[in-house]
C-alpha cells in the first residue's frame, strides 16, 4: 500500500509562489496517476490539479489554470505543484492524491484511494 507525504506548505504573500511535492514512501509514486485536492476551513475538498502515471496528461481547475502547474519527476519518485501568482483565496491545506487507474471523474476525490497528510498553504493579501 502506497503512502503519500506532502511537503513544501507554509506561507506567502499574493503573488508570491510555493512549490509543492509530493513522495511515495514504501512503495513509488510513478505508477500511479497522483492529483492535488484543496480544502479550506468550512469548505468541502476540491480538485486542483492531476497528471497520469505517464504525465503525458493534465488537467487543472479553471481556478488555478495558468498560475498552477503540477509535474512529475519518475526516477525521483515525486510530483510537484508549482504555484505561482498566489492568490489569498488559494488558502488551504493541500492535499496530494493517487489512484491506480486514471479517474473517470478525476475532479472528484472518492476517485483516489490513496491521500497524504496535507499541508497548509497561506496567502497572504
Known amino acids: 500500500q502506497v503512502q503519500l507525504v506532502e511537503s513544501g506548505g507554509g506561507l506567502a504573500q499574493a503573488g508570491g509562489s510555493l512549490r509543492l511535492s509530493c513522495a511515495a514512501s514504501?512503495?513509488?509514486?510513478?505508477?500511479?496517476?497522483t492529483g492535488w485536492f484543496r480544502q479550506a476551513p468550512g469548505k468541502e475538498r476540491e480538485f486542483v490539479a492531476v497528471?497520469?502515471?505517464?504525465?503525458?496528461?493534465?488537467y487543472y481547475a479553471d481556478s488555478v489554470k495558468g498560475r498552477f502547474t503540477i509535474s512529475r519527476d519518475n526516477a525521483k519518485n515525486t510530483v510537484t505543484l508549482q504555484m505561482n501568482s498566489l492568490k489569498p483565496e488559494d488558502t488551504a491545506v493541500y492535499y496530494c492524491?493517487?489512484?491506480?487507474?486514471?479517474?473517470?471523474?478525476?475532479?472528484?476525490?472518492?476517485?483516489?484511494?490513496?491521500w497524504g497528510q496535507g499541508t497548509q498553504v497561506t496567502v497572504s493579501s
Open positions: 497528471i497520469s502515471w505517464t504525465g503525458g496528461s493534465t
Open positions: 492524491a493517487a489512484s491506480v487507474v486514471f479517474p473517470t471523474d478525476y475532479r472528484h476525490p472518492n476517485e483516489y484511494g490513496y
Open positions: 514504501r512503495r513509488t509514486v510513478r505508477a500511479y496517476n
